[in-house]
């Protein structure tokens, strides 16, 4: 049975500054761990000293050496049995000068180096001691502080915290004894203070039994709030749409190709979480160019056959305007009528749009962000299709909901989740893949060319286009400045333009207005413009099945996510398609590997492992979009196993332990319980 969670201890008041690293209470405190320790445990003879190292010493003081105000520089020589030492001080305070004294014995704990004159310690941490004080039984724990914070401050409130009789344990004992996993008391006490005979490496690689548990808890309230808010989501109920016009059924007579196998199993999951009364909260995966659209449209047929209204919304302009053309070719035949709403459509035009929705006239409504806004309100809203959901944050998904009594959802992403992150932060969520590329495809070949060798590749692509390729140029965000990316558009733009006469080039960036967007891509579509160069707008969506051709500017400064997504949009056709990626030097070690692995590899989820590897889940995720806690401690690659062991852990606390399971809670999220509400 659990006594109330460490109740008193949570309410301990914590001086202002410890809120600047997060810590507001001492349950916070006792999760804060060390990043490294220092070895007070022993003494290491001076002669014996090596560079490099964090180490104790215990000598007399036999020099001492003071600069004059206002420098207050000191030098202090120790000498033990065998040798002696320098210890210096940049600025010492006059307290500190008093207690140095020659013919004192001090311990010293720094680091060594090699100095002008021999070796040194650089702002020791010392003490006087006696010839009998006994020596410090733990090894030191080394916080990360912030301004306003001292070391030694910080010790000293997590050490009251330790101190704490109520730190309950919140696994239940057969968890933990099926798992073997250490107290929770004991792991915390063992990563704070260590006893010597730990070795610090072990504690260092986090591999150690303390570090495990710590892990393991960490995971279990992930999957906890993760459970808890689907189960809170399914418990809204939805309603039960039936295909009874079978508009899915027309929509797939009509097209002009058959589904893939995975498609249609995708399909399949679908349409069955449609008729059920729980909303679906599903995310639908594929690689760029897998076909996802049409499963939505198919989603969407069915939920406006049952009599509903869906919303089918894109992070881009561009896409949205692409999305909407190809929706409207494909549900105007059936008779459904498609309103189109962005952000820069004309008012009155807007007006008419918004009537339609509200009134019912119109059944699908594709857009952008400009759809979530509080003056677009539906006659009766059944599903809800997100396209590129990744790139869009929590809280525009929440706002959704507010729209339809619980609509359907339907998310949908290119960049593929490896399975351990979807089993962790993705928990929630329903998932689809599709697996297999429609028949017909050739893989990119991907070419990696040094800035260097621009004007060869210019001749190359003028020859190319001379036989009828067509080519995107894309310029990269530079510096986050969306108007210098803007420029080397601009510049490139007219670069080419001189450079290849008998080629016509087009230009698209984010400043167009839309209708200008539209104009441009249905020029490059309809194959009368050669070259499109183009800011990164065209990044998510775009679809030219003739363009064979890719050349990406400065490619060494786009994310790996970000470089798979440009280059599917070639590899459309049957054509041998080409991506050249051109680099400059010299070349960031992180910029070496995300070219290496988009070079070797045509794989989305092998790109995606590849990039969570490199940049870690928090920054593979997006803090803003995850809208899960980040991870601190556990790494859901190297401790995949113990992903699966707290999944197991979790449903059967939610079961048979709900108190565990609150005060878990409450001891990893305090009052960010709530954070996770979809
Ligand atoms: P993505 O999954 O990247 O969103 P799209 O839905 O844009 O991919 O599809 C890419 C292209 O493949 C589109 O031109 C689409 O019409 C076409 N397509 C989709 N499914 C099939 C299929 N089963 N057979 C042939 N072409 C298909
Ligand atoms: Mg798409």
């Known amino acids: 049975m659990a006594k109330t969670p460490d109740s008193d201890a949570s309410l301990v008041d914590l001086p202002a500054a410890f809120a ?33 190292c964090t180490i104790q010493i215990q000598g007399e003081v036999v020099q001492i050496e003071t600069a004059r105000p206002p420098q207050r520089q000191m030098s202090v020589v120790l000498r033990d049995a065998g040798g002696e030492i320098r210890l210096r001080f940049l600025h010492s305070y006059p307290g500190q000068a008093a207690q140095m004294a020659v013919g004192r014995l001090i311990r010293a704990v720094g680091e060594v180096r090699v100095g002008l004159f021999g070796a040194e310690m650089v702002h020791p941490r010392w003490r006087k001691v006696e010839m009998n004080t006994p020596l410090i039984d ?56 260590p006893s010597p005979e730990i070795s610090a490496e072990h504690l260092m ?7 495990r548990r710590i892990k393991f808890d960490e995971l279990l309230a992930q999957q906890l709030s993760l459970r808890l808010a689907r189960a809170r989501r399914r418990a809204a109920g939805a309603a039960r749409l039936k295909d009874d016009l079978h508009l899915s ?82 549900f105007e035949p059936l008779g459904i009528s498609v309103a189109w709403l962005s952000g820069g459509l004309p008012k009155k035009a807007r007006q008419v749009a918004l009537e339609d929705l509200q009134q019912g006239r119109a059944q699908l409504a594709v857009g952008t962000h400009a759809l979530f806004q509080t003056d677009v309100v539906f006659a009766r809203l059944g599903l809800a299709v997100v396209d590129e959901q990744h790139r ?32 962790s932060y993705h928990a929630d969520l329903d998932v689809s893949v599709i697996d297999e590329l429609p028949p017909g495809r050739t893989p990119v070949m991907t070419k990696l060319v040094d800035g260097g060798r621009r004007d060869q590749l210019i001749a190359w692509v003028r020859a190319r286009c001379e036989q009828g390729a067509q080519v995107y140029w894309v310029c990269p965000l530079i510096d986050e400045s969306e108007s210098l990316q803007l420029q080397t558009a601009m510049d490139t733009h007219a670069a080419l333009t001189v450079a290849m006469p008998e080629v016509s080039v087009g230009l698209i960036h984010g400043r167009l207005r839309s209708a200008e967007k539209a104009e441009v891509m249905a020029a490059f579509a309809a ?66 590997a995300r070219l290496k692995v988009i070079f070797e590899s045509t794989d989305g989820f092998h790109v995606a492992r590849e990039d969570l590897r490199l940049r870690g889940p928090g920054e593979f995720l997006g803090a803003r979009q995850s809208g899960a806690p980040i991870l601190r401690f556990a790494d859901i690659e190297l401790d995949a196993e113990l992903v699966d062991q707290a999944r197991d852990a979790a449903d059967l606390m939610l079961w048979e332990h709900p108190l565990e399971v609150s005060a878990h809670l409450v001891r990893w999220y305090g009052d960010r319980q709530g954070f996770i509400q979809s």
């Open 20 to 52: 600047r690293l997060g810590l507001h209470t001492y349950a916070d405190l006792l999760l804060y761990f060390p990043l490294r320790y220092e070895d007070e445990t022993q003494i290491t003879p001076i002669s014996d000293v090596r560079t490099a």
């Open 138 to 193: 733990s090894l030191t724990p080394v916080y990360s502080v912030a301004a306003g914070l001292s070391q030694t401050l910080l010790r000293k409130h997590i050490k009251l915290a330790l101190a704490q009789e109520q730190w309950v344990d919140t696994v239940p004992e057969v968890v933990r004894n099926r798992l073997k996993l250490m107290g929770f008391s004991d792991s915390v006490l063992c990563l704070h203070r």
């Open 205 to 211: 690689t986090r591999t150690h039994p303390a570090w």
């Open 249 to 330: 059924g027309k929509l797939l007579a009509n097209l002009p190709f058959i589904l893939t196998d995975a498609q249609q199993r995708v399909w399949r999951e679908i349409a069955t979480d449609l008729v059920s009364a729980v909303p679906m909260q599903r995310l639908l995966q594929g690689d760029v160019g897998s076909g996802k659209t049409i499963v939505a449209a198919l989603a969407a047929a069915h939920a406006i056959g049952a009599g509903f209204q869906v919303v089918f919304m894109a992070p881009t302009e561009l896409l949205a305007e692409q999305h909407f053309r190809k929706l409207r070719s494909w």
């Open 392 to 423: 869009f944050g929590v809280a525009q998904r929440l706002a959704l909901r507010a729209k339809g009594h619980a609509p359907h959802q339907l998310m949908m992403s290119a960049t593929p989740i490896p399975r351990t992150l979807a089993m």
């Open 527 to 592: 194959n009368i413009l050669n070259v499109l160069v183009a800011t990164t707008v065209i990044e998510v969506g775009v679809d030219v099945p003739n363009a064979s051709l890719m050349v990406i500017e400065h490619a060494e400064r786009m994310g790996l996510a970000q470089l798979h997504q440009l280059r599917g949009r070639v590899g459309r056709g049957a054509e041998r398609s080409v991506c050249v990626l051109l680099y400059h030097e010299p070349l960031s070690e992180m910029a070496r």
